[in-house]
């Protein structure tokens, strides 16, 4: 089972980490049940995390977006934001 959760609120486009007390900007997490583990992608900033649980999962990608987004350098988060990401459903025919 796949979830897709949105970890915050707010907006994408041109952050920088001053702004990060105006608002929150609106991230993706992408968590999928691996064998043991669930899984958990940020794909907007390609920043992976774990847990054994969803919540777990969710809470631990919060806590890595927001330590990539406080260690990061503005060019570093300016690339990775830059890369057009859609995260659509598909129906597909079976």
């Known amino acids: 089972m796949n ?5 915050a609120q707010g907006s994408l486009f041109d952050y920088s980490p001053d702004m990060s007390s105006k608002f929150k900007p609106q991230f993706t997490a992408i968590i999928q049940r691996s064998e043991k583990w669930f899984v958990a ?3 907007e900033l390609d ?3 774990q847990g054994k ?3 777990e999962a969710r809470r631990n990608i919060t806590e890595a977006v927001e330590l990539f987004l406080e260690t990061a350098s503005p060019s570093e ?4 934001l830059s890369k057009e990401t859609y ?3 598909l129906a597909v025919t079976m």
Do not use: G, N, Y
């Open 53 to 55: 649980t969803v919540e």
């Open 77 to 80: 988060i300016k690339r990775r």
């Open 47 to 49: 920043v992976v995390s």
């Open 41 to 43: 992608l940020c794909p």
């Open 87 to 89: 995260i659509a459903p």
């Open 3 to 7: 979830f897709i959760v949105t970890i």
